[in-house]
DNA sequence: TGACTATATTGCTATGCAGTGATATACATA
DNA sequence: TATGTATATCACTGCATAGCAATATAGTCA
C-alpha cells in the first residue's frame, strides 16, 4: 500500500490534486472534455458559468495536468491530459453507490447482470 | 464510461468527496488508521495537530463514510471504512508520478543515476 | 459526590478561493 | 489601420473552512 509510505510532503500534493477535483465546475469541464477537444466558448456554454470563471478554472486545471491545451486561430482547445481522472471519478461513484446516477437503462442493467460486484455498504 | 453519464447533481457529489480528500491533515489520519485502528489521542500526536481540530477533521470523515468509529470506555478508536480511498491515493500518485514519493532506496538511487547533480528542491 | 481524562463542540479569526465585471491580450478580417 | 471576436487576467466581494482556545460532554475512578 502506498499510502502508507506517503511523507507529508507528498500527502500535501496530493491533497491538492483533490482539491482540484474538488469543485463542481471543474469537474463539469472535465465531463465535457473528456469526449473530445471543445474549444471555451463551448464550454462556457455547456457548463452554464461565466466566461470568466470558466477560464479560470481551465487554468487550474491545465496547471494541473488535468487537461492540456491546443491553439488554433482564435479559439482554444482543451482536451483531457491525464486519463486518470476517469477513473478516479469512476470509483468515487463506485463508493458513492452512484451507479443509480448515472440514470441509464444501460447501467441500471449492467448493475443488475454483473451483480458479483462488491457492494458499497451504505453508511 | 460513467464520468460522461453523471448529472450535475451527482458531479456535486463526486466533488464534495473529493474536497473531503482535499485536506492534507484529512489524509493523514487516514493514512495512520489504514493500518488499523488508532483512537483520537493517538491520532493528535501522531498528526501533530490540535485536538479540537483533529476531531473536527475526524468527524467530517466520519459523515463521509471514509471512517468507522468504536468508542471503548473514554477512548473512541477510528478505523478506515471506506477501502476505495486507498485505491484513489494510488491512483493519483500515480499520475503524479510520485512512485519516487515512497521514498525508497530504489528510487533515490535511479533519481540519482539518471539525472546530473540537480537537486530536486521544493518549489 | 468530586476530580480527572478523553473527546466533541462552540465561537472566533484568518485565509483561500469561487464568482463576477471590467479590462487586457491575441488573432482575424476588412 | 480600425473593428470584432475569443480567451486570459485583474480587482474585488462574499462565502466556506482550517486552526485554535475555551468550554461542554461523557466516561472512569477515588
Same mark, same amino acid.
Given at each position: ?16 490534486? $483533490? ?14 472534455? /473528456? ?10 456554454? !455547456?457548463?452554464?458559468?461565466?466566461? !470568466?470563471? +470558466? ?8 496547471? !494541473?495536468?488535468? +487537461? !492540456? ?7 482554444? $482547445? ?6 486518470? +481522472?476517469?477513473?478516479? /471519478?469512476?470509483?468515487? /461513484? ?18 443488475? +447482470? ?10
Amino acid at each position: 500500500m502506498i499510502l502508507k509510505r506517503l511523507p507529508d510532503e507528498a500527502l500535501k500534493l496530493v491533497a491538492a490534486r $483533490f482539491r482540484v477535483l474538488g469543485e463542481p465546475v471543474r469537474l463539469k469541464l472535465l465531463q465535457l472534455v /473528456c469526449e473530445g477537444e471543445m474549444s471555451v466558448t463551448e464550454l462556457v456554454e !455547456a457548463a452554464g458559468a461565466g466566461q !470568466a470563471n +470558466v477560464s479560470k478554472h481551465l487554468g487550474i486545471l491545465l496547471e !494541473a495536468g488535468l +487537461v !492540456a491545451r491546443r491553439k488554433e486561430g482564435l479559439n482554444v $482547445f482543451y482536451r483531457i491530459a491525464d486519463e486518470s +481522472v476517469i477513473e478516479l /471519478c469512476e470509483l468515487v /461513484c463506485r463508493s458513492l453507490g452512484m451507479r443509480l446516477a448515472a440514470q441509464h437503462e444501460v447501467i441500471k442493467q449492467a448493475n443488475r +447482470v454483473g451483480r458479483k460486484r462488491t457492494q458499497p455498504q451504505g453508511r
